[in-house]
């Protein structure tokens, strides 16, 4: 690469860069090595992660947002749009509004995700904008799946309904015992 240093018309030198083609090599090797950790990052994480750009179109579309919603990744990222995704309408819409009051932040949102199969499931979303400048160009959102743990919830709740019934008949007992 050459770029000329000029005062005016006149050129009062020039500046030649030169790389070496090995070292070009091993930039290339290390974006490469470097994209594909990123995506294994993005793939191996346990919650599901859902990328989209400003139209909706999906981007990013891993292995456990597969599992929360029965959507394949190929399906995901060809034919679905992001406002599908979410089980009611105009939610999308919703999240974008919470995202930009937020500066471009949302954590543990709890909103239903629509499946494939038409069925719904909650999730916690955690979502941020991105941002290339000061331009909004895609969002991207961590699914939680909240089955499990809404689960544990109901179940925990009964067992407190069971212990207290069974402390009113202990204390039915006692004052049977004492008359």
């Known amino acids: ?3 000329p240093i000029c005062t005016g018309k006149h050129m009062d030198a020039i500046v030649m860069l030169d790389f070496e083609i090995p070292t070009m090599e091993g930039l290339e090797e290390r974006l490469r090595y470097s994209n594909a950790f990123l995506k294994n990052l ?3 994480s346990v919650d599901g992660v859902v990328a989209a750009d400003k139209t909706g179109k ?4 891993n292995e456990a947002a597969k599992k929360i919603s029965g959507y394949y990744e190929n399906e995901a990222v060809n ?3 992001i ?4 089980a009611k309408d105009g939610e999308a819409y919703r999240i974008m509004q919470k995202l930009r009051e937020n500066n471009g932040k949302l954590k543990a949102y709890q909103v239903d995700v629509r499946c494939r ?3 719904s499931v909650p999730i916690s979303l955690n979502a941020a904008i991105v941002y290339e400048g000061k331009k909004e160009v895609a969002t991207v959102g961590f699914f939680h799946d909240m089955r499990k743990s809404i689960k544990m919830k109901k179940e925990l709740e009964k067992t407190q309904i069971q212990l207290l019934q ?3 008949m202990a204390a039915m007992g006692k004052l049977a015992a004492g008359v």
């Open 1 to 3: 690469y050459s770029y």
């Open 79 to 81: 034919k679905v749009n």
């Open 58 to 61: 999906i981007l990013i579309f």
């Open 166 to 168: 069974a402390e009113k």
């Open 42 to 44: 993005i793939l191996s």
């Open 117 to 119: 199969d038409g069925s």
């Open 83 to 86: 406002r599908a995704i979410y």
